[in-house]
């Protein structure tokens, strides 16, 4: 092909576009679409184009936009049950003393992912340490900005819906989990040790089998 001739240019992305849709696995097809990209110095978002305007015949890039949109939906669930999550943990141990005693050796404030949030666990914790009461409202005034002040007094009038201890256990072990395991992904993604990131494996692995009862810790 003379690439500076427009339609053997033409041909020649179509023949690779025709090519790379070949490949069912994406991860296959989307290397081999950088390696074309960097060999024969293509426009990137050329041949994205031509495989879009072939694919659409075939039903691969549709299908690769529902992938997409699947994604981005599972992520924002999964934001939002983190944040739920650390939000339930934080009005449960601030409205039970006791169940703070329970779930205290099992969490630590620096692993609530969500800054604010973790403030928030550092001064429960700072409180109840020093055997005093919680107050809402001291604790709201430690924080500035009117967003986060909002913010935080949600978490004293997050109404938990529950109708029995049972329900209460679940909530709590659920949250905990996420909490933690939110947690862990993000260190594993600072740490380089070897050693750290196998201690986090393990952790993990034993976080599986964690199960807090009310009745005996």
Request: proline residues 3%; charged residues 30%; negative net charge.
């Amino acid at each position: 092909f003379n690439l500076d001739d427009p339609d053997h240019k033409t041909k020649f992305y179509q023949g690779i576009a025709k090519n790379l849709l070949g490949f069912e696995n994406q991860i296959k097809r989307e290397s081999y679409q950088d390696a074309m990209v960097e060999r024969y110095k293509m426009n990137p978002k050329a041949l994205q184009a031509e495989m879009e305007k072939i694919g659409k015949d075939v039903g691969i890039v549709a299908h690769r936009r529902e992938e997409i949109v699947e994604e981005k939906v599972k992520n924002r669930q999964s934001k939002d049950a983190l944040i739920v999550a650390q939000k339930n943990i934080l009005t449960i141990v601030v409205s039970h003393k006791d169940i703070f005693q329970i779930v205290k050796p099992y969490i630590r404030p620096e692993e609530f992912v969500d800054p604010l949030y973790g403030r928030v666990a550092e001064i429960i914790f700072e409180l109840y340490g020093e055997n005093l009461n919680i107050n809402p409202g001291m604790i709201i005034n430690k924080f500035i900005e009117l967003d986060e002040q909002n913010k935080v007094a949600l978490i004293f009038n997050n109404d938990i819906k529950v109708d029995n201890q049972i329900q209460f256990e679940k909530i709590i072990n659920e949250s905990i989990q996420i909490l933690k395991n939110a947690y862990i992904d993000k260190m594993s993604k600072q740490i380089s040790d070897v050693n750290d990131f196998q201690n986090l494996i393990k952790i993990k692995r034993e976080l599986q089998d964690l199960y807090i009862s009310l009745n005996h810790g």
